[in-house]
């Protein structure tokens, strides 16, 4: 079946450093990839997605690059603000099924 | 706002209670969802429901039930509550099913004592 597997968190980081967050994937074909978020006490957020391989999806300074050769989906940032806490997670979708999600890996900036 | 709205956001109820969670989303949207995520910010998917077809996890106990009275909403209810039901419950919605862009509700905390 399809699965996706995440770093374990948390991540914690200083502000402005470099941020990596792992994420690869099983899928039977060729599955669209995503990045939602999730802010304390909020609902999850699309953050970025890449529905073929090659494709790199961004925002807000995000990104992430669809690699089918690694199966992977990692998710990058330059400079983190500690406004970008949260818990970040890696989603894929595959012929009309529903979305399945990583584990989640949580995200702390401090300043 | 056009959006996705759950109530009540936070529920607090004793084991073998029979509960009822509220969704509707505004957006237009032909399908929706539940969703549970544990203390570890595990999330799995219970059900998808569109105007023709519900899809229910194997995994998911018969005490969980949606209903769809019309479709802008999807209500979750659970019967007989135990304790291992406390989690948050999510509801969403997409404009098909195979999309993926799914926008979230905030969310609905469920504790069982």
């Known amino acids: 079946g399809n699965s996706v597997t995440q770093m374990e968190g948390p991540v914690t980081l200083s502000e402005e450093a470099f941020l990596t967050i792992n994420c690869t994937y099983t899928?039977?074909?060729?599955?669209?990839l995503f990045w939602y978020v999730q802010y304390p006490g909020e609902g999850l957020q699309l953050l970025l997605k890449?529905?073929?391989?090659?494709d790199k999806g961004s925002n807000k300074g995000f990104e992430a690059t669809y690699r089918k050769e690694t199966t992977s989906f990692h998710l990058e940032k330059g400079s983190v603000q500690v406004s970008d806490s949260a818990v970040y997670f890696c989603?894929?979708?595959?012929?009309?099924?529903?979305?399945?999600f990583g584990g989640g890996t949580r995200l702390m900036v401090k300043p | 706002d056009t959006a996705v709205s759950q109530t009540p956001k936070y529920l607090v109820t004793q084991m073998g209670n029979d509960k009822s969670i509220k969704c509707e989303q505004n957006?237009?949207?032909?399908?929706m969802y539940w969703y549970k995520q544990d203390s570890k910010k595990f999330l799995k998917i219970m059900f998808s429901?569109?105007?023709?077809?519900?899809?229910i996890n194997e995994t998911v106990p018969n005490r969980f039930s949606p209903k769809s009275p019309d479709k802008a909403h999807l209500n979750l209810h659970i019967n007989s509550l135990e304790l291992g039901d406390s989690a948050v419950y999510f509801c969403?919605?997409?404009?098909?099913?195979?999309?993926?862009?799914?926008?979230f509700g905030s969310g609905t905390r469920l504790t069982v004592v």
């Open positions: 890449a529905t073929k391989a090659d």
């Open positions: 899928a039977t074909g060729y599955p669209s």
């Open positions: 429901y569109n105007n023709k077809e519900l899809i």
């Open positions: 969403a919605s997409s404009p098909d099913s195979g999309s993926g862009g799914y926008t």
């Open positions: 957006l237009g949207h032909d399908t």
């Open positions: 989603a894929l979708i595959w012929a009309g099924n529903m979305l399945t």
